[in-house]
């Protein structure tokens, strides 16, 4: 079972939430599996391939870390992508060869989750 303390020693980042699997939330429920999430970026929230390059900048000397971690544990890397666009501005969604190849190297997926708001 996947322990988030040993995917935070192998990789020397700390998580800003984790749990195992079993692990009780706040409403008393148990959670049905473990999660380690690390890397939140803050940047221009409107440029996606800045907020990927942010978030993956101190995973990418880490590849063999994380091929090691998929292998032992089985597990499922993602990037979540979550602009929040007000009225008519535009994202920039855009991924370059960088961020692809550390999603293939790794099996990362991208995920996106927008939210769309009306003029402020």
Known sequence: MLNPDDI?????????????KGDKRKDGSEYLFSSWNA?????????????????????KNKISVLKSIKEQYDVNFGIMVVPSIYGEEQPQIYLNEEIIEFCYLTGTTINFDMYIYPEE
């Open 39 to 59: 890397e939140k970026s803050v940047i221009d929230r409107l440029d996606v391939e800045a907020q990927c390059l942010d978030t993956i900048k101190k995973l």
């Open 8 to 20: 935070s020693k192998a990789l020397g980042i700390q998580p800003f939430s984790c749990w195992k």
